[in-house]
């Protein structure tokens, strides 16, 4: 197939230039680029061949490199080629690619190339249809003297079949379709250069096939993975397992930029850095199937040898679905992934220097809602198949020194060792010595001299005074449970951990005046008992995450930290004249970078920062957060507590960025305070608030004796600020306020609405805080934007059985924008519909106001679900809670209870009878069908609310989900976990 496009004008006026600017748009489509200027080229692109395969069945599948010059038809030809019939669910048909030669002249030169194709509905006589899909091509070879480049690829697998058959329609006759074009530069006659194209859009190949049966219900289409070698934060390219574009997943060899020991290429065994960071994965569906969630499930393995399991990663779906596709991706910090960007050489299953094997598959669950039946399906779908590609590893391993308590206690002592005192670059293993031995455990006196008793000029037990801190890479403290454990204290002095801090059961013990520092780059710290902990060496300290670390036992993944004294982040000189013992570092370099302390925001009971109430330890005022900036800071979850607040007082909490002055005659009592800087909400698209959350929990709210009053002044980094309103509460977006904006907002139901609180004059740039005197509702806090503020609407919402009628009600506290609400309805709590449109009373309103309609539909039968979909002037949408009414058996029977979604995965709501229920604490107990009780918690009932969250771990099946209310009674209800 010869392609030569030349371009003459009609007209001496017009010339080549303005003919060729009136096809830019067209030629800049075709081949995906853009340029300043483009000229058509008048060099030739040739199509040598095209590389298929087909099969009625993977049995029969052959891959053939067909001629593609020849136009007429004949053995061995792609042109006028039948592949015959095709079972879209068992037969196959891709396109691998092919090679393409470009015969350059006039000084021009291309560097990209692609086939484009294209399938539809037809036969060989059937008109030209477009085509839109391209695969790109690698450079494999170039002649200097004939000027002739070649371009190849042979593993695309493009899957027409599929292409024949998306939304399960356009079965029989189809064309398939082949075409080329390039791109490349020309030099433009005054030192520059002009990009140049050739395009052969009018000139293609032409096949048919016939496509018969019924396509699956959901679809897996993996468009991209992407790997960072050496700790690339941002690493190009992406890798593409079922795509053209190079380079392949399938079959790749990663390197890294490091010699690991001498080995060209390897990862270093010990600190090399291959991080899976992302994936995009578009999941097709029809008729009564949608797809619930996708895991990507990936594991590492020696070329040969013992094959170990696949490790799960749960993707979060990236916006919303779109004529049945969903997007799924990697979220760095995603629901129930302990580790959602695994570093490959730090797998189990690398344990010595090698080639070793990184598998991927991907598995979505997909729930039938006619069938009331969950499947999944995977991709690839072939049985014992995954995606595979490979890297080496090298180096020398870091050595492990084990405590054996030889001579005495002294951490010091080389005797005490089996390899010596442990250094940065050592590990160090206390193990667990078992029931009756009388072995001691070591003893951290870091620059001292340890006499009898510590008695001075007492004998010398042992003498550290030239000793600096304790110091060691992996710090792995062995055992099997809390009775059977290692111990290791920090007695006098500091102890630095360069690497991962294994404390699986919490034996590491620290005295108080003492410090530990996590000086490392990227660090794992299952959590513990800290008095003074101080961050620094640059890198993400992440909390309870652990992986390729055995000690005594596999590691478990725990993370609570809690600190009696401070958290400190050593950024250059914060503390080099501090007047405090407490925040002085003797050993420290204070020229590091701190980095970044990070908890796991979706599990925030499980994996959290505490700091301590008042107490001797720390001078009586609380634990503290200091030194946080815009490059240093705690990343996640903490939570405090002030005991017996008293009035006319300013408590800072810690230091957490929060301060408060509670006025007047009413004490708060004791006041608990969470701050979460991971999450920002952006519950309409446009208004969003900051990422930084504060929860504020008095235990004396004072209701029956006028509530409470206090001065709030609320502090935030200016990195918060920006990368807003994700696809969720999680992930970063490109949204921004400015600070000139910020203004305070309280929610009073977990972020669904808010109410503006205000600022009290103009936000302090200088010291980043926003005030607020005359607060008086306590709840979670955050910043929004003053012009486009967080929605301030819904304050309580209800739907009630009145005969075979529904009574629904709703109130407003506040409208901005507000056009009106649709009332929608569901018989699945899934698939809503509308009812009808209630237009709002007053746009723009500061006042209560209050709203109904009556829901008179005939033939109600089973559960109703009703929720409103209230809709902004401009378009902006945004849903409320959905309520529940029941129309089995009688009207007096209402029901009172429901759970909601049902079957539920991670999350499951319980939506209660509002006109019998008031807000209060309520005990929630989930029950398996055995009986047992799996999970209990007491939870706020708000606006006739209970929401239980972080449920991924209960075992798919039936629950009874029993519920004891404010008031004393107890409801119960049937729920399924899928």
């Known amino acids: 197939m010869q392609i030569t496009t030349f371009l003459q004008s009609s007209s001496p006026r017009m010339g080549l230039g303005r003919a060729t600017s009136m096809l830019l748009a067209i030629l800049l489509t075709l081949v995906g680029r853009t340029a300043v200027a483009q000229q058509v080229g008048s060099s030739t692109a ?38 015959g019939t095709l079972d879209v669910n068992d037969g196959r048909l891709l396109l691998q690619g092919g090679t393409v030669e470009i015969t350059e002249t006039n000084d021009e030169t291309y560097d990209r190339a692609f086939i484009n194709y294209g399938v539809s509905s037809g036969t060989f006589a059937s008109p030209p249809l477009g085509l839109a899909q391209t695969i790109e091509l690698s450079q494999t070879g170039y002649n200097s003297s004939t000027g002739v480049r070649t371009f190849s690829l042979s593993n695309a697998a493009r899957d027409i079949l599929a292409l024949a058959t998306v939304g399960g329609t356009n079965s029989g006759s189809n064309r398939f379709d082949v075409t080329v074009n390039a791109s490349g530069s020309a030099p433009d006659g005054n030192g520059g250069f002009d990009e140049v194209v050739i395009t052969g859009s009018n000139v293609r190949r032409r096949s048919v096939f016939t496509a018969t049966g019924i396509p699956s219900t959901v679809n ?19 890798y593409f397992p079922n795509t053209g574009t190079a380079p392949q997943f399938p079959g790749f060899n990663f390197t890294s930029s490091q010699n690991a020991g001498g080995t060209p290429g390897a990862f270093d065994i010990n600190n090399g850095q291959l991080r899976l960071l992302n994936t995009a994965v578009t999941t097709n569906e029809t008729g009564a199937s949608s797809v619930k ?57 690398v344990t010595a220097v090698g080639n070793y094997v990184v598998e991927v598959y991907y598995q979505a669950n997909v729930f039938n809602s006619s069938a009331s039946t969950t499947t999944t399906v995977t991709y690839p779908s072939s049985s014992n198949s995954s995606f595979a590609a490979t890297f080496t590893v090298g180096g020398i391993p870091i050595a492990t020194t084990i405590w054996t308590g030889g001579i005495n206690d002294n951490w010091f002592d080389a005797g005490n060792w089996s390899a010596g005192v442990p250094t940065a670059t050592t590990n160090a293993l206390v193990r667990d010595l078992g029931a009756g031995n009388s072995v001691p455990y070591p003893n951290i006196y870091s620059s001292v001299v340890r006499t009898v008793n510590d008695i001075p000029n007492g004998t010398v037990l042992y003498n550290n005074a030239t000793s600096g801190p304790a110091q060691t890479r992996n710090f792995i403290m062995g055992g099997s449970s809390q009775a059977s454990r290692s111990i290791a204290r920090l007695v006098v002095g500091q102890l630095q951990v360069f690497g991962d801090f294994v404390n699986t059961y919490d034996s590491f013990i620290q005295r108080e005046n003492t410090i530990t520092e996590f000086a490392g780059g990227d660090q794992n710290i299952t959590g513990g008992t800290f008095t003074r902990v101080d961050i620094s060496g640059g890198g993400t300290k992440t909390l309870g995450t652990l992986t390729g ?42 020229a590091n970078n701190a980095g970044i302390l990070s908890t796991d925001i979706t599990s925030p009971s499980a994996n959290r920062i505490v700091l301590a109430d008042r107490g001797a330890t720390n001078l009586n005022n609380g634990a503290q957060l200091n030194g946080e900036t815009d490059n240093a800071f705690l990343f996640g979850f903490v939570v405090t507590t002030r005991q017996g607040v008293k009035t006319n007082e300013n408590r800072t909490y810690g230091n957490i960025g929060i301060e408060l002055n509670f006025m007047g005659a009413n004490a708060p009592g004791n006041v608990d305070v969470t701050r979460n800087t991971v999450e920002s909400y952006s519950p309409l698209a446009g208004r969003f608030g900051i990422r930084r959350i504060f929860g504020v929990r008095p235990s004396d709210a004072a209701t029956n004796s ?46 669904n609405t808010f109410r503006l609180v205000g600022r009290d004059g103009p936000v302090d740039e200088v010291k980043n805080t926003v005030t607020r005197t005359g607060v008086t509702t306590f709840a979670t806090l955050t910043l929004g934007d003053i012009d486009n503020p967080l929605p301030v609407k819904l304050v309580a919402f209800t739907a009630t059985r009145t005969g075979n009628a529904a009574l629904l009600n709703w109130t407003t506290a506040s409208e901005q924008d507000n056009a009106g609400f649709e009332v929608q309805v569901s018989t699945d709590g899934t698939a809503f519909r509308k009812l009808a449109f209630v237009a709002s009373q007053n746009a723009n309103s500061a006042q209560k106001t209050n709203y109904t309609y009556t829901d008179q539909e005939e033939g109600k039968t089973g559960t109703r679900y009703y929720r409103l979909k209230q809709v902004d002037t401009d378009g902006t949408e945004s849903f ?54 799996v999970r209990e918690q007491k939870l706020q009932v708000i606006n006739a609310t209970l929401t239980l969250t972080d449920l991924d771990g209960l075992r798919s099946g039936l629950y009874l989900a029993k519920v004891t209310l404010p008031n004393g009674t107890t409801q119960k209800v049937r729920v399924q976990k899928q």
């Open 46 to 83: 040739d199509i040598r061949n095209v590389i298929v395969t087909s099969g009625v069945s993977t049995s029969t599948v052959s891959t053939t490199t067909y001629d593609a010059i020849q136009s007429t038809a004949g053995a061995g030809r792609f042109a006028q080629r039948n592949f």
């Open 293 to 349: 969630s996708v895991i990507l499930y990936y594991r590492t393995r020696t070329t040969t040898g013992v094959v170990g399991a696949f490790n799960p990663i749960t993707l979060t779906q990236s916006g919303d679905i779109n004529n049945g596709v969903r997007t799924f991706v990697i979220d760095p910090a995603s629901t129930n992934n302990t580790n959602s960007q695994p570093n490959l050489i730090a797998t189990p299953a």
């Open 706 to 751: 006028g509530g409470l009053n206090a001065t709030l002044v609320f502090h935030y980094r200016n990195s918060e600020t920006v990368n807003l309103n994700g696809p969720n509460t999680q992930t970063p977006g490109t949204g921004s306020i400015p600070e000139e904006r910020l203004t305070i907002f309280v929610s009073q139901n977990s972020g």
């Open 220 to 238: 897996i289409n993996t468009n991209n993975i992407q790997l960072a070698a050496d700790g690339n934060a941002t690493p190009s390219p992406y």
């Open 549 to 590: 670390l055995t000690g005594d036992t596999k590691p478990k993944t725990s993370g609570v930290m809690n600190v009696s004294e401070s958290i400190n982040f050593l950024t250059p000189g914060v503390y080099a004249a501090a007047a405090n013992p407490l925040a002085v570092n003797p050993f420290t370099n204070l």
């Open 880 to 933: 409320s809670p959905v309520r529940t009414t029941s129309f089995n058996g009688a009207a007096s029977v209402a029901t009172t209870l429901a759970g909601y979604p049902n079957p539920f995965t991670n999350k499951l709501e319980f939506n209660l009878d509002a006109t019998a229920v008031g807000d209060g604490m309520a005990h929630v107990q989930l029950i398996d069908m055995t009986g047992r009780i």
